[in-house]
């Protein structure tokens, strides 16, 4: 265990700089996990010692170099190097200097993703490793910004200690282990969905399949966000993004991906995208401050590629979001048809930035049964 007189040698404690806090209790703590003094005085010197515990917690293990990591793969330079631009990785700390870092674990997760190659092809193994990159990066931001949000925001705005910081951070760091396997059963069935909807939305052209695509935008959103204080547009994107979410599983649609203030959803039957559409309008105005929703949705062959969609149904559904007014869900005259249990009212003919035609569209004129579906 290391001494007093050590931390005061090594900079690290003044008792007199440090008297009436918890400096000493902090370094106590770090030293019963391991932490050495040149690696304490790293952290103090870095982002604070309130970090580090829970940095290593993070990724835990020793960090290799790129040389040994490709050895232990057993993957040629080339190939390893696609893999790590592919997944995103960056240099984090605890990394061998001018190194990004591998662990055993990551290089053997590499390995696992990199066995994928002897059934698909590289162009094919090297996207799916790119959607899994993406992904994944999202939420490990999503999973920081929770924790800014609830834990670090709060306990410094409370003049809380540094050293009750760094056990909140090592503590919810902790949450993570283990969530991977915990989370299997959860990815399986999210894969077994997707099965069932490409089987209900196939066609007869390979990879192409039918299904209806809407996006949702706030009108209002820009201005207003503006004016708000960085808590409150958290909490606004939070509160939107969340009732998205909700509202379109409940009617049976998906929400594809949030981009900005914006929302891209699909859904196998043009009915349900219709009702969660709508279903999102009602009641917004009166908790949206003066922004409202609006949304443009149409129906017709996609192609599916990396868990998202293309094509000119998508490109079509993306411009009507621009031709709705607030609270107006605008839609093509081929899902007006196929929709059911659904009333519209013709809105016109639209020129349509990309569409050499102008485009017939209908506008939603009341939601219908709110009874949810399965089938997106």
């Known amino acids: 265990m290391l001494s007093v007189e050590q931390f005061v040698e090594a900079g690290l404690y003044d008792p007199a700089e440090h008297e009436g806090t918890d400096r000493l209790e902090l370094l106590h703590w770090l030293d019963s996990l391991g932490f050495t ?143 991977g396997e915990r989370l299997d059963p959860i990815l399986r069935r999210q894969l077994m969905q997707a099965v069932v909807r490409t089987r209900e939305a196939a066609v007869m052209e390979r990879l192409r399949f039918r299904f209806a695509i809407g996006f949702v935008d706030l009108v209002g959103f820009t201005e207003r966000s503006a004016e708000m204080s960085a808590q409150n547009l958290t909490t606004f994107i939070r509160e939107f993004e969340g009732r998205a979410h909700d509202v379109m599983t409940d009617h049976g649609a998906r929400v594809v991906k949030l981009i900005g203030d914006e929302v891209m959803f699909v859904a196998t039957e043009p009915g349900a995208a219709c009702r969660a559409a709508g279903a999102l309008m009602e009641g917004f105005a009166d908790e949206g401050e003066h922004v409202f929703p609006r949304a443009g949705i149409a129906y017709g062959n996609v192609l599916v590629r990396g868990g998202d969609y293309y094509g000119s149904v998508v490109n079509l559904a993306s411009r009507l979001v621009d031709e709705a007014v607030p609270q107006e869900v605008l839609v093509t005259d081929d899902l007006a048809e196929a929709a059911t249990g659904c009333n519209f009212v013709p809105a016109g003919r639209r020129v349509v930035k990309g569409f050499p035609e102008p485009i017939a569209v209908q506008s939603l004129a009341a939601p219908a049964t709110n009874t949810p579906t399965s089938n997106a």
Request: proline share 4%.
């Open 37 to 179: 003094i040149p690696e304490l005085n790293a952290g103090a010197c870095g982002h604070g010692l309130s970090s580090i515990a829970g940095d290593r917690r993070t990724v835990p293990g020793k960090m290799m170099s790129r040389s040994d990591a490709i050895e232990m793969s057993g993957l040629d330079a080339d190939t390893f190097d696609d893999f790590v631009t592919g997944f995103g990785f960056a240099p984090i700390p605890g990394a061998p200097s001018g190194e990004i870092g591998f662990t055993e674990a990551e290089v053997e997760a590499i390995c696992l993703v990199g066995s994928m190659s002897s059934m698909f092809s590289v162009a094919e193994t090297m996207g799916f490793v790119r959607v899994l990159g993406s992904a994944l990066g999202r939420i490990g931001e999503a999973a920081v910004s929770l924790f800014l949000t609830d834990v670090e925001d709060p306990h410094i705005t409370a003049g809380d200690s540094e050293f009750s910081l760094a056990k909140k951070v090592y503590e919810a760091v902790g949450l993570l282990d283990g969530l």
